[in-house]
């Protein structure tokens, strides 16, 4: 094996696609599937979606959401219910056709998301106000088949999401959720993946088809293009009419329901990568590594063997005392520097070097991967490595802030707007609120409107694009 | 509501299948789906699956098991590269033959099983003895168009399962991971949902398409059929042959390796109901039981609603601390015999009953839902329930073992044991080990060869149908 196969072969700055790619299959994150747009996640790629998982469902709990299963293949009699929705979704559709040598009757659809399906079985299921709120996630798939270029964990033709669907008595009650859902998705992105997140919501053209209004968390990735890492939609009635999702209140009154559906996918991973990652290779956040301590025992004479081995194994035991996830490299047939790239390129956040030497002066060598620090540290302090994780968890997230306000710009003049999208990150501009002008700058542009923040107060200025009075400050760029 | 429409409407005893469907859908296990063949979760039927699932998450962890995903769509080609694996599925297998407008090259199979996807990937990532074992398990659905009556948990076309796939640089290592799955399996299934299983090894006949050999574990249901309740499979070289899944030893020399494969999936759940449900519905294992406990305050004058609610409370929060899933049912606007009668049909483990005089008396009214038995339990034996629930697990097992033995039957004469086989059970019988006598039992009797147990130790007599000299006493049976 080369060491120049082995690493990754181009810089973050110079060929950020070629960059992404080689991190995701060469720290065996995933790899492409036989079948052109799937890929398959590989155990170290699998365990962060799980750490993921485990971190939603404690806070869904909470919030008295529970898991449901349902079946990926939907009719299409069924998916073309409410129009608008499924005119959004039907190029995408894969059809399944056949089973064995038997033609189907109704085309069956690979789920390409499942409002049709569930609020079909909700209608059945609520009866009265007893039953609701009604709230279930559904971990599982969707299947979109994709024309553009595909790209692991960020445009896939099935990929791992979450779709939670919920429903409501009162309006009030459901836009209520929509948020909390949303407040949910933020600190989970931010204290878990270290990924800062703008929230608010899409315009009009950009919401879910068939939801009343969608709202959005996005965020800058470092080569200036934004992606879109969850949304949560109020769907109003527009579901529950045609769907019949109807309750009886206490004077056994009927009336329609009022529903939300929110996602978040593997595309969490990808900006993980694409945000913490460098010219070495992987960084990950120590909250969802699924190796947070690696620990490179060195000696070169048998004699040393013994001792560093003793002394590795009893680090080891300290670190897993206190619940921290350690891996002892104990490939003899490799040099140290072979594996300080290895894990390195994994991505590992500590790395503890001991050999004779540091046996002797009663110390080990801690490596950060995020910085590339190194420092030493007594082995009477080695407990203080659970407060060092935690900062590097912190340190990481400040980071990330600091670049995204870097790619993030205020421009009032067209043209300066112009040549900022060109270079790429968030703008933020003055918006008379007009489709027209909205449609306009996306052609002369390529910048669609990503997220109109809740965060931004100040709407009195001019439109950049028509210069009538603006409505909003939206977020412009282009996304993935 | 009539009573009569909530409740389960036939007997056990009298009409299985109809009073299985009933347990299902008015447990709120389960719901059909708009597709036929195809069900639907509802919370409560899928905790049942997420309890199963982190069960066998740590004990396969522990193992050295990791979890992966893999897509759902598999290439035509690829599915037939082994011709007799791809051959046993190919009449149920769905075909996706356009996404969109478009049609698709290869035709796409939804996953049956993933041996040929995984052992593609495998066959890349693997390259020596470093790389091996190699062991992933997938949570995971399987789709196989049910031509058959399809029944909730049993026999539907799209199934949650798990499937795990690993490789071995040796055939003994291979062997040995196919039974410590197994015992994985058998222990789980016992442990948790409380149902007994014989483990053994299928017959030529019965084995999975690829593999040398299969060893499954069944149960007798109390209908006396025999229910499949998990496979393990010991591929050799079958798969690794045709899709050069190799790895150069220490010497650099280049082997073949060994492979295993093995799955359950929620067919488990399908055992638990009809193995402990009762008329009265279902009847859940605390062990898998979303709510373990369930209180029902009791008041008829509002003089009383404060102090009933406050030892409710009280009780709940006690259960609680002891890390004991309890649910209080407030719903005002129902009768206490309502309440029984609809947390019995719910199968929860425990009732508490405690009303203005049980307070007076400083107890509560514990109600066993497994044996209807009904004691008092002094306020400061609170603390007991927790114990009780263990004794309730191990008495359901008791129990069912106990069910288990009737349903099994020793037969050496042919004429009894198509009469037996009529009534059902498991009937254990020599065999001479010939394909044709299976097949003549089969299609004389319908039974077949379940599992030929690995308990079974005295193979000398003479088999059931021909008279010859037997090498086995498998254990044959009607199956679902």
């Known amino acids: ?92 559709v894969f059809w399944v056709t056949h089973s064995g040598e038997n033609e189907v009757g109704d085309r069956l659809a690979l789920r390409p998301t499942s409002e049709t399906l569930a609020y079909t079985l909700y209608s059945k299921w609520i009866k009265s106000w007893r039953d609701l709120p009604l709230k279930i996630n559904f971990w599982n798939t969707a299947l979109r088949a994709e024309i553009k270029a595909t790209k692991p964990f960020l445009r896939t033709s099935e990929f791992l999401w979450q779709e939670g669907h919920t429903v409501h008595a009162t309006e009030k009650e459901a836009k209520d959720e929509v948020i909390t859902i949303l407040d949910i998705y933020k600190n989970t992105v931010e204290e878990e993946l270290a990924i800062p997140v703008i929230t608010g919501k899409k315009s009009e053209k950009e919401k879910f088809v068939g939801a009343v209004y969608t709202t959005t968390m996005e965020s800058i ?53 694409m945000v913490h990652g460098d010219d070495k290779g992987l960084v990950l956040p120590p909250k969802v590594a699924p190796i947070q301590v690696v620990i490179v025992p060195i000696y070169n004479q048998d004699e040393d063997k013994k001792r560093v081995w003793e002394k590795t194994e009893e680090i080891k035991n300290q670190l897993e005392s206190k619940s921290i996830r350690v891996h002892i490299d104990d490939r003899n047939e490799l040099s140290p520097g072979y594996k300080f790239n290895d894990w390195e390129m994994k991505g590992i956040p500590l790395r503890i070097e001991i050999g004779p030497k540091d046996i002797q002066k009663q110390k080990i060598v801690l490596a950060k991967r995020y910085n590339k620090e190194k420092i030493d540290l007594d082995f009477k302090e080695i407990e203080k490595i659970n407060s060092i994780l935690n900062e590097i968890q912190t340190k990481m997230l400040e980071i990330a802030r600091d670049q995204a306000k870097l790619n993030t710009f205020d421009i009032s003049n067209y043209s300066e707007f112009k040549e900022r999208i060109g270079k790429g990150g968030f703008v933020e501009a003055y918006w008379c609120g007009k489709q027209e002008c909205e449609d306009k700058i996306k052609e002369e542009t390529g910048a669609d409107i990503r997220v109109i923040s809740f965060e931004n107060e100040n709407k009195d200025g001019n439109c950049v694009y028509c210069n009538e009075t603006s409505i909003e400050v939206p977020i412009f760029a282009r996304g993935y």
Chains 1, 2 share one sequence.
């Not at 080369?2 to 110079?14: A, F, L, M, Q, R």
């Not at 949560?232 to 009154?253: I, Y």
């Not at 329609?256 to 593997?266: D, V």
């Open 1 to 92: 094996m080369s060491k120049e196969k082995v690493g990754i072969t181009v810089s973050k700055k110079d060929d950020f696609s070629e960059w992404y790619t080689q991190v995701v299959l060469k720290a065996k994150l995933a790899d492409y599937a036989p079948v052109k747009g799937l890929i398959v996640l590989r155990p170290d790629g699998y365990s962060i979606w799980e750490s993921l998982k485990n971190t939603f469902d404690k806070k869904f709990s909470k919030n008295g959401i529970r898991n449901g299963f349902l079946p990926v293949l939907i009719p299409e009699s069924l998916l073309g219910k409410e129009q608008k929705h499924f005119a959004g979704f039907n190029p995408e």
């Open 221 to 273: 990735m470092p080569d200036g293009k934004a992606l879109q890492m969850g949304t949560s939609h109020f769907l109003g009635q527009n579901f529950s009419k045609p769907f019949e999702v109807k309750f009886a209140d206490k004077d056994n009154v009927e009336h329609f329901a009022w529903q939300t559906s929110w996602g978040i996918s593997w595309r969490l991973i990808g900006a993980m990568i």
